[in-house]
């Protein structure tokens, strides 16, 4: 009599669920995110403040390229500099010491939420808005320091920059989601084509795409979680997604 074994392949299709980050692992990733942190604010603290009392600044930079041919493969340096004098010295300083401000304050807020136990779904108060301000004073120092709009059409970086601030501007009027994506699918890869183009013959036009869209993200979210109906509603929409 032949014995017949059961083999039960229930579960080769089954889905195993990614195992949850354990406390201490992230509590260890928010040590590290506040180290970094502190790593960048503080030497550009330092930078910035020593390029507004020296009213100049200077940078040089290189960059590696190859080309391979049939017989060869010949290897191109492109070196070059940044040289600032004056005012706009000044104002790339105060760029530098703003954004150092900015990172040593999310910095110190990191440390702070670690010593106080403070879970990232802890309730709203009035202290986190005030927090939030300053950052958003921060930031908002530092782009306008970077990229002076009263230096506009002269600097391309400028030129840039806020046509994509516009374009978010535009993005936030729509209040829907589908229209939100729907022009963002198709604004933003047009607008980074743009930059690299113009990057070709406007030096800084790429550069002023690229920290376009990276303001316009950080100044939405400040903003989001400063005005209470725009926190109450991404709260939710995190809750319906998470759900």
């Avoid at 600044?57 to 492109?78: M, N, P």
């Avoid at 040289?83 to 530098?96: I, K, N, T």
């Avoid at 950052?135 to 030129?159: E, K, N, Q």
């Amino acid at each position: 009599m032949t014995r017949h074994k059961e083999v039960d392949n229930s579960q080769d299709d089954a889905t195993e669920e990614q195992p949850a980050a354990s406390p201490r692992k992230l509590l260890i990733m928010r040590f590290v995110l506040a180290l970094v942190l502190a790593g960048l604010g503080v030497p550009l603290i330092v930078m910035g403040k020593r390029t507004i009392e020296t009213r100049s600044y200077d940078f040089a930079w290189e960059s590696h390229g190859a080309s391979v041919t049939s017989d060869e493969t010949r290897r191109s340096v492109t070196r070059g500099a940044v040289q600032l004098r004056g005012s706009d010295a000044v104002e790339h300083g105060v760029g530098l010491f703003a954004t150092g401000v900015t990172f040593a304050l999310w910095s110190i807020l990191v440390l702070l939420s670690l010593a106080g136990g403070q879970s990232p779904q802890s309730q709203w108060r009035g202290i986190y808005s005030v927090v939030a301000f300053l950052s958003l004073t921060g930031v908002i120092a530092a782009m306008i320091a970077f990229f002076p709009p009263w230096h506009i059409p002269r600097w391309p970086s400028c030129d840039t920059l806020y046509i994509v601030l516009l374009f978010c501007v535009f993005l936030a009027c729509l209040r829907d989601r589908k229209r939100v994506l729907y022009f963002s699918q198709r604004g933003f890869p047009v607008l980074i084509l743009a930059g690299i183009l113009l990057g070709q013959v406007a030096i800084g036009a790429l550069a002023g795409t690229i920290a376009g869209m990276f303001f316009g993200l950080v100044l939405a979210i400040h903003i989001t979680v400063l005005v209470p109906d725009l926190r109450k509603k991404a709260e939710k929409i995190a809750a319906e997604e998470s759900g």
